[in-house]
């Protein structure tokens, strides 16, 4: 019996069919390949410096500065009990069009998923809620902008699955992990928390989705490091860095990391209903803040060594101290400067003997 190939067959097909097995033999590009799969060649990563690559789409703006970009992970820090949730509220309500903290959303119809893995259903509820009542939505129904997931039951390998598929079934425009440490066994090793760090970003990359990851710093009053391995990958891959510290009933959120801008500095407080509330007038009370903490961080810089550092080792010193970019350690040392917590001596900086003014 005669042998016949699928290609002999070709013109018995019709019409359609023969245009579309026509395109399946072509050979793939670089973008498709890199698209489908099917290429790990570096051709498929290689920057084409004559290509214009998008800049960053942002979710939401204050006083016009963008934040929280689609495609990229970010993260909000805090001691335990400081208003870590509550700030991401704030973060979902406004992505999604509430004007009640100033911000401005930057796209209608903004869907949000919301997974929590440190409370139980009960609790993750009450988070909903308060999502609902900044919205001015109805809880007699659920709205298909806004999903919770409380994820503290289900065991650590499945979480990542889970946040994964969700996230791929509703190509929201913002996510938030309530509690990222909760996605590997261990936040101190290297290993696991390089993986998750990777499959957040690419997570991030492929569905365009803002991804928020809310993470405990040190337990150290005066530390306001992410704990952790996965803290300092977190850190380093991260656009942006939120932080808030509680004084006196106000939250207080300042962005300590950023790759693009950073948004002013901003607070809320809580009300009497348990739903956040903005807060103007803590301007003072933050500035106080950050001086005692740079304080804090300079005298260990310059513990036992009184002939002090030049600008490169200075600023060395303080990354490696407070964990924060090149550019946020030059900004704190132009500030430890200009509040008189350190002078320039000859070529190098060392501490002011008297308090900082």
Wanted: glycine share 6%.
């Amino acid at each position: 019996m005669k042998q016949y190939k699928f290609y002999d067959l070709m013109d018995d097909l019709p019409d359609e069919v023969q245009m579309a097995v026509r395109e399946a033999r072509k050979p793939f590009g670089a973008e498709a390949a890199k698209r489908w799969g099917l290429c790990e060649t570096s051709e498929a990563y290689e920057i084409d410096i004559t290509q214009v690559y998008p800049e960053p789409r942002f979710t939401v703006r204050l006083n016009g500065v963008g934040t929280l970009p689609r495609g990229d992970i970010q993260a909000v820090k805090a001691k335990s009990k400081n208003g870590k949730s509550f700030l991401c509220t704030v973060f979902v309500a406004s992505v999604m069009g509430c004007k009640d903290f100033q911000f401005e959303a930057v796209e209608d119809g903004a869907k949000v998923l919301y997974f929590d893995t440190e409370q139980n259903e009960r609790n993750t509820a009450a988070l909903a809620k308060r999502v609902y009542s900044l919205m001015k939505w109805s809880t007699e129904r659920n709205n298909e902008c806004f999903k919770a997931y409380s994820l503290r039951s289900a065991a650590i390998a499945e979480r990542l699955p889970i946040i994964e598929r969700v996230v791929r079934e509703n190509a929201p425009t913002v996510a938030v992990i309530d509690g990222v440490a909760d996605l590997l066994e261990d936040f101190n090793d290297v290993g696991q928390s390089s993986e998750i760090i990777n499959s957040l970003m690419r997570l991030s990359a492929e569905n365009d989705v803002a991804i928020i990851n809310v993470l405990h710093t040190n337990k150290r009053k005066d530390d306001s490091d992410m704990k952790g391995h996965l803290g300092t990958l977190l850190l380093q891959k991260a656009s942006d860095v939120f932080e808030v510290k509680k004084n006196d009933g106000t939250f207080n959120v300042s962005e300590s990391d950023c790759r693009n801008i950073a948004i002013p500095d901003f607070s809320f407080s809580i009300g009497a209903d348990g739903v956040p509330i903005w807060s103007p007038d803590v301007k003072t009370t933050k500035g106080e803040e950050d001086l005692m903490e740079v304080l804090a961080k300079m005298n260990t810089i310059f513990e036992g060594v009184p002939d002090g550092f030049t600008y490169k080792e200075l600023t060395e010193k303080y990354m490696m101290e407070a964990a924060v970019a090149e550019r946020t350690a030059k900004n704190k040392i132009k500030f430890a400067k200009d509040s008189n917590i350190i002078k320039v001596d000859g070529k190098k900086y060392v501490l002011v003997d008297n308090d900082p003014i």
